[in-house]
Nanobody, 125 residues
Framework: QVQLVESGGGLVQAGGSLRLSCAAS????????MGWFRQAPEKEREFVAAISRGGGNTVYADSVKGRFTISKDNTKNTLYLQMNSLKPEDTAIYYC??????????????????WGQGTQVTVSS
């Protein structure tokens, strides 16, 4: 299996930026499609962004298109989420995820194989 550890969360004001990182260890990094999900209190976990194994293809939730950018560095076994123009509704725990499926299927995956522990992002108004 693969172990995933997120970092980079914090408290920022609306309009600000954060960059989340997800360090992976265990099985070869590019074995998996990777992505980010988030979960706000009392809400269901929702898809944010996904990236293909080589990093050349991405897909985003409509709510973050144009503001968030997912990327990865296979040499460093690290996944990133650059978040710009943050809004209070972006407040959530953000989770790194991995699965041995096509990257475009990640938004519809009912139960992703591997999750990180999550990192808190809080956006103040």
């Amino acid at each position: 299996q693969v172990q995933l550890v997120e970092s980079g969360g914090g408290l920022v004001q609306a309009g600000g930026s954060l960059r989340l990182s997800c360090a992976a260890s265990g099985r070869t990094f590019n074995t998996y499609a990777m992505g980010w999900f988030r979960q706000a209190p009392e809400k269901e976990r929702e898809f944010v962004a996904a990236i293909s194994r080589g990093g050349g293809n991405t897909v985003y939730a409509d709510s973050v298109k144009g503001r968030f950018t997912i990327s990865k560095d296979n040499t460093k076994n690290t996944l990133y989420l650059q978040m710009n123009s943050l809004k209070p509704e972006d407040t959530a725990i953000y989770y790194c995820a991995a699965d041995d499926i096509p990257y475009a299927a990640l938004p519809r995956r009912p139960n992703v194989a591997y999750w990180g522990q999550g990192t808190q992002v809080t956006v103040s108004s």
